[in-house]
């Protein structure tokens, strides 16, 4: 909810309007009446559901997959995003890609950490991209903190990026200062 009412809240102070990315935990997310207590943070913040992001890490995504499809329809019936958060370090089973109702993959730092120095991983970047734009996800790369991961990861379009190179975590005001002007990298 504080998410939320925070990101209403600077789009009322007329910032350009950004989604929010929560982390869901396995108890939340299978608790009877989620989706019942998401419509009403939505409704109560007043909060468009496409500026609200869901993720959940793939362990979770995994447990009980058919009640986690069935979420899945709803929140994106709604208009929510749906991110698999930490992509890459847990089942990673392609086949539930085919399932899964999500617009986004996110990149575990764990493979951005030695993008540059390391074959292996940008293989394992590379490839993960490649099927984000085949089948239309979003892709998100977490821990970029240099130069050189940030070039290698637009060269391989990467859609979005997120680490120290950008920012620290920042409490609600100096991140504010922050979007009024963003670093230009």
């Not at 890490?57 to 899945?72: G, P, R, V, Y």
């Not at 951005?112 to 490649?130: F, G, H, M, Q």
């Amino acid at each position: 909810e504080t998410a939320c009412r925070q990101n209403r809240k600077w789009m009322d102070m007329g910032f350009e309007p950004i989604y929010i990315s929560v982390n869901i935990s396995a108890v939340q997310i299978h608790q009877k009446d989620f989706i019942e207590k998401l419509s009403a943070v939505l409704e109560k913040t007043q909060l468009p559901p496409k500026y609200l992001e869901i993720e959940i890490t793939e362990s979770i995504a995994m447990k009980d997959i058919d009640t986690i499809l069935k979420i899945m329809d709803i929140l994106l019936e709604m208009g929510v995003r749906i991110a698999i958060d930490d992509f890459g370090t847990g089942y990673s089973s392609l086949s539930y890609l085919r399932k899964f109702q999500i617009t986004t993959l996110k990149i575990d730092q764990s493979f951005t950490r030695d993008l540059v120095i390391n074959k292996k991983d940008e293989a394992i970047v590379s490839t993960i991209l490649a099927i984000g734009e085949n089948l239309n996800l979003k892709v998100t790369a977490e821990g970029v903190e240099t130069k050189e991961q940030l070039d290698f990861l637009r060269e391989k379009k990467c859609d979005l990026m997120q680490g120290y190179l950008f920012s620290k975590p920042l409490p609600t005001e100096d991140f504010e200062k922050l979007m009024k002007n963003p670093p230009k990298l």
